[in-house]
């Protein structure tokens, strides 16, 4: 994963691919559930996607582990990536989504966090 993570902090998106069957897995995957080889190829996926389905949320986890009520809901999405077979779920920044609606990966090179890297999810233009 640390090339994943490295590759975000560039602003570029690094998804592992099979080489047996030619899947592309983002997030990346060490074998592929498919023909069970292991996924060492990478390759760079644009930032732009479709959504595939999405909830909202009224709670998140807080940092104490508890969950905690959002003041104003959330739009969590899958989204599926140009180039990839696999989604990423992330929090979609619109006022409101729709399956099939293409977005714009927000990425966060600065993110103390690793998981914060992927900070949201925008309506393409």
């Known amino acids: 994963?640390?090339?994943?993570f490295d590759g975000m902090r560039e602003g570029k998106l690094?998804?592992?691919r099979c080489p047996g069957c030619g899947r592309v897995f983002l997030p990346p995957r060490m074998v592929c559930e498919r023909c069970l080889t292991?996924?060492?190829d990478w390759v760079e996926l644009p930032l732009t996607g479709s959504v595939e389905t999405f909830t909202e949320a009224h709670v998140r986890l807080a940092p104490d582990g508890t969950l905690e009520d959002l003041e104003d809901p959330e739009l969590?999405?899958?989204v599926r990536h140009?180039?990839?077979?696999?989604?990423?779920a992330?929090?979609?920044d619109a006022p409101q989504a729709a399956v099939g609606?293409?977005?714009e990966a927000v990425l966060d090179p600065g993110a103390e966090n690793v998981l914060d890297l992927l900070s949201c999810?925008?309506?393409?233009?």
């Open 90 to 92: 992330a929090r979609l």
């Open 1 to 4: 994963m640390e090339r994943f």
């Open 101 to 103: 609606m293409r977005v």
């Open 76 to 78: 969590i999405a899958m």
């Open 14 to 16: 690094m998804a592992s």
């Open 38 to 40: 292991r996924a060492e």
């Open 82 to 88: 140009d180039g990839a077979d696999t989604c990423v």
């Open 121 to 125: 999810y925008r309506a393409a233009e």
